[in-house]
T-cell receptor, first 113, second 110 residues
Framework: DGGITQSPKYLFRKEGQNVTLSCEQNLNHDAMYWYRQDPGQGLRLIYYSQIVNDFQKGDIAEGYSVSREKKESFPLTVTSAQKNPTAFYLC????????????FGEGSRLTVL | GIQVEQSPPDLILQEGANSTLRCNFSDSVNNLQWFHQNPWGQLINLFYIPSGTKQNGRLSATTVATERYSLLYISSSQTTDSGVYFCAVEKMNRDDKIIFGKGTRLHILP
């Protein structure tokens, strides 16, 4: 089945630890995105990538890092510099130049203790 | 950057009622999408609608790009329609930066 897979679904970490969230897509999409959602809030863009080996900061990139070494993979690292990392993280992808329709994974819920 | 405003922020309706959700955006857009977020957090595409009108069962959407707004209509609401509805836009310069509104939280009472 084509889609976007995020892992892990739930993650608990101690303060000060870096955490990497995985996002893999088999839709052959060029563009991939990471969003953060806080309880009762909308989605805020962390990073996005339009093509392999290239990515841009979104609106709340501080304390996060990404890589895009393969078309199908866009991992997000939540570093210890992120002041309030507990949140729901959503990965998405879209095909540039066609419809731009956005598809989401099921999300990863990170809790920092 | 582009502003996306959704209204109302919250809506409580009885099962069977109809509703209209609105999305206003501050700049010309290349595309606009509506999503439903279910209670488990999954975001489901409802419509990809940069302009015009589309219908899918009890749901329909209209985007008037020249006036910078889109409407989502839900008819004969069911409890499974509950959740948060988001509007998302990509600005006209096609920088692939897709921006979301804060959503409308819909609660359908049985």
């Amino acid at each position: 089945d084509g889609g976007i897979t995020q892992s892990p679904k739930y993650l608990f970490r101690k303060e000060g630890q870096n955490v990497t969230l995985s996002c893999e897509q088999n839709l052959n999409h060029d563009a991939m995105y990471w969003y953060r959602q806080d309880p009762g809030q909308g989605l805020r863009l962390i990073y996005y990538s339009q093509i392999v080996n290239d990515f841009q900061k979104g609106d709340i990139a501080e304390g996060y890092s990404v890589s895009r070494e393969k078309k199908e993979s866009f991992p997000l690292t939540v570093t210890s510099a992120q002041k309030n990392p507990t949140a729901f993280y959503l990965c998405a992808s879209s095909q540039r130049g066609i419809t731009g329709e956005l598809f989401f994974g099921e999300g990863s819920r990170l809790t920092v203790l | 950057g582009i502003q996306v405003e959704q209204s109302p922020p919250d809506l409580i309706l009885q099962e069977g009622a109809n509703s209209t959700l609105r999305c206003n955006f501050s700049d010309s857009v290349n595309n606009l999408q509506w999503f439903h977020q279910n209670p488990w957090g999954q975001l489901i595409n409802l419509f990809y609608i940069p302009s015009g009108t589309k219908q899918n069962g009890r749901l329909s959407a209209t985007t008037v790009a020249t006036e910078r707004y889109s409407l989502l209509y839900i008819s004969s609401s069911q409890t499974t329609d509950s959740g948060v509805y988001f509007c998302a836009v990509e600005k006209m310069n096609r920088d692939d930066k897709i921006i979301f509104g804060k959503g409308t939280r819909l609660h359908i009472l049985p």
